[in-house]
C-alpha cells in the first residue's frame, strides 16, 4: 500500500519568537528588503568614492541632486534613472596690458589673469520626473549667489557661479536621455573688512561712502568766508 503523499508547505515553519530572524512570507516583501540593500550600497560606495567629476557645493556635496560614477551607472541600470558627467572643459585667460611710445614702438607694463570659466556636461537618464527635477534645480542655482567648485580627479578649482546653461534634444539620442551643457565662471572675493578703533573721529582712517552730516562754520571759518566776501563789490564782477 503507497504512503500518501505529503504535502510541502509554501513557506518553513519558523516560530515568531524573540532573537528568531523574520523570514518573508511575500514578494513585496522581499522587493522592501531588495531596495533597502540597494540603498545601503548606495551610501557605503558613494562614502568611499567622493566626488570625482562635476560641479560640488564648498561643502564637498553634489550641486544636483543624484549620484555619480559607479552609484549613478547602478541606479541607471535598474531602470530607476540618473545622471552622469559626459564633458568637462576649462578655459584660464590673461591679458598683457601695453602703452603706444614713439616712433611705433609699445611698451608691455602689466599682466592680468582673467578669471576662469568652465563648462560641465551632465547627461540625463531616467523618469520624466527626475529629468524636470534637475532641470528646475539648475534653474535654481544659477539664479542664486552659491559659490560652487569644478572638480575633476586631479584638480580642484575653487569659487565659480552658474552663469549659463542650454540643451539640444534630438531625435537621434532617444527621448529618455538628454544632455544639459553647464557654464561657470570664477568669483573673486578681494574685498576685506578693517575695523579700527580710535579716541577721536578725526583719527579714523578716511572711508568713502555713507552719508555725509552738515556740520556749522566755526568762528575763524565765518571769519575767513567774510573776509572772501569782502574782495568782490556787492554788484559783483564787472
Known sequence: MPLPITPKPAYPNVPIA??????????????????????DAVSILSAFLGPQWGLFTTTG???????????????????????????????????????????????????VALPFSGRVTYVLSGAEALRGAFLQQVKAVQASLTLLNLVMPEYTYLNCNVVHHDFRRVSRRGVTMFAVDI??????????????????????????????????????????????????????LT
Do not use: C, M
Open 61 to 111: 556635496v553634489s550641486a544636483f541632486a543624484g549620484f555619480t560614477g559607479i552609484v549613478n551607472t547602478l541606479l541607471s541600470d535598474l531602470g530607476i534613472g540618473g545622471q552622469s558627467v559626459a564633458d568637462l572643459e576649462y578655459r584660464q585667460d590673461s591679458r598683457i596690458s601695453t602703452a603706444p611710445q614713439e616712433q611705433g614702438a609699445f611698451l608691455s607694463y602689466n599682466k
Open 183 to 236: 557654464w561657470v565662471e570664477e568669483v573673486r572675493i578681494t574685498g576685506t573688512t578693517a575695523y579700527s578703533n580710535t579716541q577721536t573721529a578725526s583719527g579714523a582712517n578716511q572711508v568713502d561712502g555713507g552719508t555725509v552730516q552738515p556740520q556749522n562754520l566755526t568762528a575763524a571759518q565765518n571769519a575767513n568766508v567774510a573776509g572772501q566776501e569782502s574782495v568782490f563789490p556787492a554788484g559783483g
Open 18 to 39: 524573540p532573537g528568531v530572524p523574520a523570514v518573508p512570507r511575500s514578494g513585496a516583501q522581499t522587493q522592501n528588503h531588495v531596495v533597502a540593500a540597494v540603498a
